[in-house]
């Protein structure tokens, strides 16, 4: 884990109230994983007092480039969305524990909802490098929620999409795309999103017998494993409320309790 002061090489707008987020970044790059997120002191003021962790989308590891894509939702993604090229901010990581991608020649299958799909670019990158083939099913409210997938359309990868209002692909939800992943060859899963999809992608990994790992948005405070504000529940005796931050944001399917 590192601290460094990040300059920031491009932030470009992408739709009403989301933004990719380029920093220079070359300590926290070198060590990051695929499902890891880091931790931005986005302001000096009072307010938000509280760092704020967002997911590595991707990055550039030769250029020391870190890639973030986050929505605006409150006063820390508002204040961040603010910062000009050549601006600095503290970033803390990379934290937590990534995806498992040691898998190869397969086919693999990538869900994401909202900003959930934040953490499958770098995952998608490195398991079509490992020689996978790459399915991704991507979900969001509207047509808005889905416009960071050019890396996804460049590299050709097998892309199903689903909005809520019907303005991209499928109207309804992901799950719509799910009911024939391992008829489809799939063998495994990874997903990130709200917990009610969470919900639904792991049914339908023990119905359909796929390994699967989700990765959970809980909300955290200090982020490394400190203050037990991101607890969940587990179905391991020895870690029955492990913490997002530290044991996470990735698990396997099976050992979380997503039931509240
Ligand atoms: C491991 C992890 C990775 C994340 N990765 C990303 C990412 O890549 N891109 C991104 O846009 N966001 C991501 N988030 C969510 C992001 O951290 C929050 O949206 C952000 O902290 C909100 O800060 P704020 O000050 O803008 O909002 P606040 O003013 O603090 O809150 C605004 C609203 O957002 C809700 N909120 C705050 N945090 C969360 C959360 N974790 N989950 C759901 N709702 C929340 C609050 O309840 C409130 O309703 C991630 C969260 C975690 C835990
Ligand atoms: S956020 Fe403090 S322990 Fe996880």
Same mark, same amino acid.
């Given at each position: 884990?590192?601290?460094?002061?990040?300059?920031?090489?491009?932030?470009?707008?992408? +739709?009403?109230?989301?933004?990719?987020?380029?920093?220079?970044?070359?300590?926290?790059?070198? *060590? +990051?994983?695929? #499902?890891?997120?880091?931790?931005?002191?986005?302001?000096?003021?009072?307010?938000?007092?509280?760092?704020?962790?967002?997911?590595?989308?991707?990055?550039?590891?030769?250029? %020391?480039?870190?890639?973030?894509?986050?929505?605006?939702?409150?006063?820390?993604?508002?204040?961040? *969305?603010?910062?000009?090229?050549?601006?600095? &901010?503290?970033?803390?990581?990379? =934290? %937590?524990?990534?995806?498992? &991608?040691?898998?190869?020649?397969?086919?693999? !299958?990538?869900?994401? #909802? #909202?900003?959930?799909?934040?953490?499958?670019?770098?995952?998608?990158?490195?398991?079509?490098?490992? $020689?996978?083939?790459?399915?991704?099913?991507?979900? +969001?409210? $509207?047509?808005? #929620?889905?416009?960071? =997938?050019?890396?996804?359309?460049?590299?050709?990868?097998?892309?199903?999409?689903?909005?809520?209002?019907? *303005? &991209?692909? @499928?109207?309804?939800?992901?799950?719509?795309?799910?009911?024939? &992943?391992?008829?489809?060859?799939?063998?495994?899963?990874?997903?990130?999103?709200?917990?009610?999809?969470?919900?639904?992608?792991?049914? @339908?990994? =023990? +119905?359909? $017998?796929?390994? !699967?790992?989700? *990765?959970?948005?809980?909300?955290?405070? !200090?982020?490394?494993?400190?203050?037990? %504000? !991101?607890?969940?529940?587990?179905?391991?005796?020895?870690?029955?409320?492990?913490?997002?931050?530290?044991? %996470?944001?990735?698990?396997?399917?099976?050992?979380?309790?997503?039931?509240?």
């Amino acid at each position: 884990m590192d601290l460094e002061w990040a300059e920031v090489v491009a932030h470009r707008q992408i +739709a009403s109230q989301e933004f990719i987020l380029t920093l220079f970044a070359p300590k926290i790059v070198a *060590s +990051a994983q695929a #499902g890891q997120f880091v931790s931005l002191q986005i302001s000096q003021q009072i307010q938000p007092l509280l760092r704020r962790p967002i997911s590595i989308h991707d990055v550039e590891e030769d250029k %020391g480039l870190l890639i973030l894509y986050y929505h605006v939702v409150g006063v820390g993604t508002d204040l961040l *969305s603010q910062y000009q090229v050549g601006e600095k &901010l503290s970033v803390l990581g990379p =934290l %937590g524990h990534g995806f498992d &991608l040691d898998i190869t020649d397969s086919k693999v !299958c990538l869900i994401g #909802g #909202g900003i959930g799909q934040a953490p499958l670019r770098m995952a998608a990158r490195q398991l079509k490098e490992k $020689n996978n083939q790459v399915m991704l099913i991507m979900g +969001a409210r $509207n047509q808005d #929620g889905l416009q960071a =997938l050019d890396y996804y359309h460049r590299e050709q990868l097998e892309l199903y999409l689903a909005t809520e209002d019907g *303005s &991209l692909g @499928t109207k309804g939800f992901v799950t719509e795309h799910m009911n024939d &992943l391992a008829q489809l060859g799939v063998k495994r899963i990874y997903a990130c999103g709200p917990k009610p999809m969470l919900r639904a992608v792991k049914a @339908t990994a =023990l +119905a359909q $017998n796929i390994p !699967c790992q989700v *990765s959970l948005e809980e909300k955290m405070a !200090c982020g490394v494993g400190v203050c037990l %504000g !991101c607890t969940c529940k587990s179905s391991d005796e020895n870690t029955p409320y492990p913490k997002v931050c530290t044991h %996470g944001p990735v698990f396997w399917a099976q050992e979380v309790n997503l039931d509240d």
